[in-house]
Structures are given as structure tokens and as C-alpha cells.
């Protein structure tokens, strides 16, 4: 697959202390960690833009979302530990953008949408963890932004593999095009 690196940006989404290490599937997070940061050193290498997404909530932790859910999120007692927010150690490079986002979607409340259209870009690539919140959320709206969206599946993990498959096999090919990280090719 052939994506133009002037147009294209690379978008990792939550590659942060406090999510990369828990149980994931179908791959770990130190996997995923590995195969974004050398995804992101070709499209450095290439001149294409690299975000770097991460959650964060105020001290206070009054931005987080609404907890009237049937399974609210589960925050430590005490609060968010100082190294959940930061990033795993190579992900952020100097000339990446970051992105601070306070629920599961990268555009909603920040910055991203104005960021992408500024530097004329048309086209992302999103990986990262996990599958069906982040990754899934951040693609919908994406697409919804009417950015062409291409997911290489080998670049995300989540809880389960049957959460992985389902939004990989069923959600994201109507969003999307679903492919793998050798498949990708960045052009002039």
C-alpha cells in the first residue's frame, strides 16, 4: 500500500507507562511498542508526521468521563500514578507531535483535527492500544472527520483477542483499510 508521506501522518495512540505493560492480546505491548517505534523511524526517515497520543486527567480528576455507565472506569485509590501518563521510553521524538486526550477518542476536545488540516494531512495511519477503545474510537471519528484511515492490524493489541478480532474483522473495514506494517509504503 502506497501512502504519500506529505499527506500521511503515523497516530500511536496510548504508548504510556501505566497501559503498555498489562496483559494484551493477540500481541504484548512491549510488541506494539516495538513495531510503531520502527513504523514511526521510516516515516521520520521519509518526512511524514508522527503523533503521539496519550491519556491524562487533572489532579482533581474532574475531567475524566461520565461514570453514570453500567461499567464506570476504574481509577487506582489516591489517583493516577505520576508514570501512567508518560510515554514508553523511544516513543516520543523530537518533531513528533503529542496529543493529550481526557477519554478513548484522539479528536474529541483537542487539538488533532486542527493539527491534521494545517499540514494538509489527508490520510492516517492509527495503531496502538487497545483495539477496540482508543484505536477504534479515535478511527470512527477519524473517518467521520472524512480523513482516509488505514489500520495496521499488527500495530494493536487490547484485553482479549475476540475484542481484537471483532473490531478488526468487523468494524474497522467499513472505516478503514486494514492491513500490516511490511505492507506499508511511503512515496514522494
Request: aromatic content about 6%.
Amino acid at each position: 500500500m502506497q501512502l504519500n508521506s506529505g499527506h500521511t501522518a503515523l497516530l500511536s495512540i496510548d504508548l504510556q507507562q501505566g497501559i503498555v505493560g498489562r496483559e494484551l492480546a493477540p500481541r504484548s505491548g512491549e510488541q506494539v511498542v516495538a513495531d510503531t517505534r520502527a513504523l514511526a523511524a521510516r516515516f521520520r526517515q521519509a518526512g511524514a508526521l508522527v503523533i503521539n497520543v496519550r491519556v491524562s486527567w487533572h489532579d482533581d480528576l474532574g475531567d475524566t468521563p461520565p461514570a453514570n455507565v453500567d461499567e464506570p472506569l476504574q481509577l487506582p485509590e489516591g489517583g493516577v500514578p505520576a508514570d501512567f501518563v508518560r510515554f514508553v521510553d523511544g516513543v516520543m521524538q523530537p518533531g513528533d507531535l503529542e496529543i493529550v486526550k481526557r477519554q478513548w477518542g484522539a479528536f474529541h476536545g483537542t487539538e488533532l483535527d486542527l493539527q491534521l488540516r494545517r499540514r494538509g494531512i489527508s490520510t492516517l495511519v492509527i495503531g496502538g492500544i487497545a483495539t477496540n477503545f482508543g484505536v477504534e474510537s479515535t478511527v470512527r471519528d477519524a473517518w467521520e472527520h472524512g480523513y482516509d484511515v488505514v489500520v495496521p492490524e499488527d500495530l494493536c493489541a487490547t484485553m482479549s483477542k475476540p475484542m481484537h478480532d471483532m473490531a478488526i474483522a468487523k468494524i474497522f473495514p467499513r472505516l478503514a483499510r486494514v492491513t500490516n506494517v511490511a505492507a506499508l509504503e511511503l512515496i514522494d
